[in-house]
T-cell receptor, first 115, second 115 residues
Framework: AQKVTQAQTEISVVEKEDVTLDCVYE???????LFWYKQPPSGELVFLIR??????QNEISGRYSWNFQKSTSSFNFTITASQVVDSAVYFC????????????FGAGTRLAVHP | DVKVTQSSRYLVKRTGEKVFLECVQD?????MFWYRQDPGLGLRLIYF???????EKGDIPEGYSVSREKKERFSLILESASTNQTSMYLC??????????????FGSGTRLTVV
Protein backbone atom coordinates (compact mmCIF):
# COMPACT_ATOMS: atom_id res chain seq x y z
CA ALA A 1 0.00 0.00 0.00
CA GLN A 2 1.02 3.61 -0.45
CA LYS A 3 2.16 5.21 2.75
CA VAL A 4 4.11 8.28 3.80
CA THR A 5 5.58 8.53 7.28
CA GLN A 6 6.82 11.73 8.82
CA ALA A 7 7.90 10.58 12.25
CA GLN A 8 8.76 14.04 13.56
CA THR A 9 5.60 15.72 14.76
CA GLU A 10 7.22 18.97 15.88
CA ILE A 11 10.71 20.40 15.69
CA SER A 12 11.88 23.53 17.43
CA VAL A 13 15.14 25.25 16.51
CA VAL A 14 16.82 28.58 17.00
CA GLU A 15 17.41 30.79 14.01
CA LYS A 16 20.49 29.92 11.92
CA GLU A 17 20.46 26.29 12.98
CA ASP A 18 20.29 23.62 10.28
CA VAL A 19 17.30 21.30 10.46
CA THR A 20 16.36 18.09 8.65
CA LEU A 21 12.80 16.88 8.19
CA ASP A 22 12.45 13.17 7.59
CA CYS A 23 10.15 11.43 5.13
CA VAL A 24 9.90 7.67 4.62
CA TYR A 25 7.54 6.20 2.07
CA GLU A 26 6.14 2.91 0.82
CA UNK A 27 4.92 2.37 -2.72
CA UNK A 28 4.09 -0.43 -5.12
CA UNK A 29 4.90 1.73 -8.11
CA UNK A 30 8.21 1.15 -9.86
CA UNK A 31 8.40 4.76 -10.97
CA UNK A 32 6.87 7.58 -9.02
CA UNK A 33 7.14 11.16 -7.94
CA LEU A 34 7.72 12.51 -4.45
CA PHE A 35 6.72 15.95 -3.25
CA TRP A 36 7.30 18.39 -0.44
CA TYR A 37 4.80 21.11 0.44
CA LYS A 38 4.99 23.95 2.95
CA GLN A 39 1.98 25.22 4.88
CA PRO A 40 2.67 28.59 6.51
CA PRO A 41 0.32 30.01 9.16
CA SER A 42 -1.82 31.51 6.38
CA GLY A 43 -3.01 27.97 5.62
CA GLU A 44 -2.32 27.59 1.91
CA LEU A 45 -0.04 24.70 1.00
CA VAL A 46 2.81 25.81 -1.22
CA PHE A 47 4.62 23.44 -3.57
CA LEU A 48 8.34 23.16 -2.83
CA ILE A 49 9.72 20.33 -4.93
CA ARG A 50 8.84 17.33 -7.08
CA UNK A 51 11.36 14.52 -7.50
CA UNK A 52 11.17 11.67 -10.03
CA UNK A 53 12.24 8.29 -8.69
CA UNK A 54 14.64 7.92 -11.61
CA UNK A 55 16.72 10.78 -10.32
CA UNK A 56 18.53 10.14 -7.07
CA GLN A 57 20.75 13.16 -7.22
CA ASN A 58 20.44 15.53 -4.31
CA GLU A 59 18.83 18.83 -5.12
CA ILE A 60 19.64 22.21 -3.69
CA SER A 61 17.63 25.39 -3.96
CA GLY A 62 19.07 28.21 -1.94
CA ARG A 63 18.91 27.21 1.73
CA TYR A 64 16.79 24.15 0.92
CA SER A 65 18.16 20.78 -0.05
CA TRP A 66 16.64 17.37 -0.55
CA ASN A 67 18.22 13.97 -0.14
CA PHE A 68 16.46 11.17 -2.00
CA GLN A 69 17.58 7.62 -1.26
CA LYS A 70 15.61 4.93 -3.04
CA SER A 71 17.43 2.15 -1.18
CA THR A 72 15.98 3.33 2.13
CA SER A 73 12.75 4.80 0.68
CA SER A 74 13.52 8.18 2.15
CA PHE A 75 13.20 11.71 0.86
CA ASN A 76 14.55 14.02 3.53
CA PHE A 77 14.45 17.80 3.48
CA THR A 78 17.12 20.02 5.02
CA ILE A 79 16.92 23.72 5.71
CA THR A 80 20.29 25.35 6.18
CA ALA A 81 20.63 28.43 8.39
CA SER A 82 16.95 28.40 9.29
CA GLN A 83 14.98 31.63 9.52
CA VAL A 84 11.81 32.60 11.36
CA VAL A 85 9.97 32.67 8.02
CA ASP A 86 10.63 28.94 7.68
CA SER A 87 8.20 28.31 10.54
CA ALA A 88 5.44 26.22 9.00
CA VAL A 89 4.06 22.73 8.69
CA TYR A 90 5.85 20.68 6.06
CA PHE A 91 4.26 17.78 4.23
CA CYS A 92 5.82 15.01 2.20
CA UNK A 93 3.55 13.42 -0.42
CA UNK A 94 3.41 10.48 -2.84
CA UNK A 95 0.89 9.64 -5.59
CA UNK A 96 -1.67 6.95 -4.98
CA UNK A 97 -1.03 3.72 -6.79
CA UNK A 98 -3.01 3.80 -10.00
CA UNK A 99 -2.64 7.45 -10.90
CA UNK A 100 -5.37 10.04 -11.36
CA UNK A 101 -2.94 12.44 -9.75
CA UNK A 102 -4.17 11.61 -6.29
CA UNK A 103 -1.60 12.39 -3.63
CA UNK A 104 -1.23 10.74 -0.25
CA PHE A 105 0.28 13.00 2.38
CA GLY A 106 2.26 12.34 5.49
CA ALA A 107 1.04 13.64 8.83
CA GLY A 108 3.27 16.68 8.54
CA THR A 109 6.09 18.12 10.62
CA ARG A 110 5.54 21.41 12.38
CA LEU A 111 8.75 23.45 12.38
CA ALA A 112 9.12 26.36 14.76
CA VAL A 113 12.12 28.62 14.26
CA HIS A 114 12.75 30.97 17.17
CA PRO A 115 14.73 34.21 16.98
CA ASP B 1 -1.53 34.90 -10.65
CA VAL B 2 -3.27 31.54 -10.81
CA LYS B 3 -5.58 30.77 -7.97
CA VAL B 4 -7.70 28.28 -6.17
CA THR B 5 -10.29 30.20 -4.20
CA GLN B 6 -12.33 28.80 -1.35
CA SER B 7 -15.42 30.83 -0.62
CA SER B 8 -15.09 30.99 3.15
CA ARG B 9 -12.10 31.09 5.44
CA TYR B 10 -14.09 30.35 8.60
CA LEU B 11 -17.51 28.79 9.05
CA VAL B 12 -19.53 27.91 12.11
CA LYS B 13 -22.51 25.62 11.58
CA ARG B 14 -24.94 23.75 13.76
CA THR B 15 -25.25 19.99 14.01
CA GLY B 16 -27.63 18.68 11.40
CA GLU B 17 -27.27 21.60 9.00
CA LYS B 18 -26.51 21.04 5.34
CA VAL B 19 -23.21 22.74 4.59
CA PHE B 20 -21.76 23.76 1.24
CA LEU B 21 -18.06 24.46 0.78
CA GLU B 22 -17.22 26.05 -2.53
CA CYS B 23 -13.99 25.97 -4.49
CA VAL B 24 -13.17 27.74 -7.75
CA GLN B 25 -9.99 27.51 -9.84
CA ASP B 26 -8.99 29.69 -12.77
CA UNK B 27 -6.28 27.48 -14.26
CA UNK B 28 -8.43 25.25 -16.49
CA UNK B 29 -7.27 22.23 -14.47
CA UNK B 30 -8.99 18.92 -15.09
CA UNK B 31 -8.57 17.54 -11.59
CA MET B 32 -10.00 18.94 -8.40
CA PHE B 33 -9.74 17.54 -4.89
CA TRP B 34 -11.17 17.97 -1.42
CA TYR B 35 -9.01 17.07 1.57
CA ARG B 36 -9.56 17.49 5.25
CA GLN B 37 -6.68 18.27 7.56
CA ASP B 38 -6.61 17.19 11.19
CA PRO B 39 -3.72 17.39 13.66
CA GLY B 40 -1.56 14.29 13.59
CA LEU B 41 -3.41 12.86 10.58
CA GLY B 42 -2.14 15.08 7.81
CA LEU B 43 -4.34 15.55 4.77
CA ARG B 44 -6.90 12.90 3.96
CA LEU B 45 -8.67 12.74 0.62
CA ILE B 46 -12.45 13.01 0.77
CA TYR B 47 -13.41 13.15 -2.92
CA PHE B 48 -11.88 14.11 -6.18
CA UNK B 49 -13.07 14.87 -9.68
CA UNK B 50 -11.20 14.38 -12.95
CA UNK B 51 -13.81 15.96 -15.21
CA UNK B 52 -17.11 17.77 -15.15
CA UNK B 53 -19.80 15.63 -13.54
CA UNK B 54 -17.22 12.92 -12.76
CA UNK B 55 -16.28 12.11 -9.21
CA GLU B 56 -14.44 9.45 -7.25
CA LYS B 57 -14.43 8.64 -3.56
CA GLY B 58 -11.27 9.16 -1.61
CA ASP B 59 -10.31 7.63 1.71
CA ILE B 60 -12.98 9.20 3.89
CA PRO B 61 -16.12 9.97 1.82
CA GLU B 62 -18.67 9.05 4.48
CA GLY B 63 -20.92 11.95 5.39
CA TYR B 64 -19.86 13.98 2.35
CA SER B 65 -20.92 14.42 -1.25
CA VAL B 66 -19.58 16.58 -4.07
CA SER B 67 -20.77 18.39 -7.14
CA ARG B 68 -18.90 19.46 -10.24
CA GLU B 69 -21.24 21.06 -12.76
CA LYS B 70 -18.58 23.30 -14.30
CA LYS B 71 -14.89 22.67 -14.82
CA GLU B 72 -13.80 25.52 -12.60
CA ARG B 73 -16.02 24.79 -9.61
CA PHE B 74 -15.99 21.88 -7.18
CA SER B 75 -18.35 21.88 -4.22
CA LEU B 76 -18.16 19.78 -1.07
CA ILE B 77 -21.45 19.09 0.66
CA LEU B 78 -21.95 17.94 4.22
CA GLU B 79 -25.41 16.46 4.09
CA SER B 80 -26.01 16.68 7.84
CA ALA B 81 -23.11 18.27 9.67
CA SER B 82 -21.79 16.55 12.75
CA THR B 83 -19.26 17.64 15.35
CA ASN B 84 -16.71 15.11 14.09
CA GLN B 85 -16.65 17.02 10.83
CA THR B 86 -15.09 19.99 12.55
CA SER B 87 -11.85 20.36 10.61
CA MET B 88 -9.82 22.34 8.11
CA TYR B 89 -10.97 21.64 4.55
CA LEU B 90 -8.56 22.15 1.70
CA CYS B 91 -9.39 22.28 -1.97
CA UNK B 92 -6.76 21.64 -4.65
CA UNK B 93 -6.55 21.37 -8.41
CA UNK B 94 -4.07 19.92 -10.88
CA UNK B 95 -3.50 19.05 -14.49
CA UNK B 96 -3.95 15.41 -15.40
CA UNK B 97 -0.51 15.04 -16.90
CA UNK B 98 2.17 17.06 -18.52
CA UNK B 99 4.91 19.29 -17.30
CA UNK B 100 3.17 20.00 -14.06
CA UNK B 101 3.30 16.33 -13.22
CA UNK B 102 1.16 15.70 -10.20
CA UNK B 103 1.69 19.06 -8.55
CA UNK B 104 -1.30 20.56 -6.87
CA UNK B 105 -2.35 24.16 -6.39
CA PHE B 106 -4.14 24.60 -3.08
CA GLY B 107 -6.69 27.03 -1.78
CA SER B 108 -6.23 28.74 1.58
CA GLY B 109 -8.58 26.38 3.35
CA THR B 110 -11.91 26.64 5.15
CA ARG B 111 -11.89 26.06 8.88
CA LEU B 112 -15.28 24.58 9.71
CA THR B 113 -16.58 24.32 13.23
CA VAL B 114 -19.74 22.32 13.86
CA VAL B 115 -21.42 23.08 17.17
Amino acid sequence: AQKVTQAQTEISVVEKEDVTLDCVYETRDTTYYLFWYKQPPSGELVFLIRRNSFDEQNEISGRYSWNFQKSTSSFNFTITASQVVDSAVYFCALPFFGGYNKLIFGAGTRLAVHP
Amino acid sequence: DVKVTQSSRYLVKRTGEKVFLECVQDMDHENMFWYRQDPGLGLRLIYFSYDVKMKEKGDIPEGYSVSREKKERFSLILESASTNQTSMYLCASSLITGGDGYGYTFGSGTRLTVV
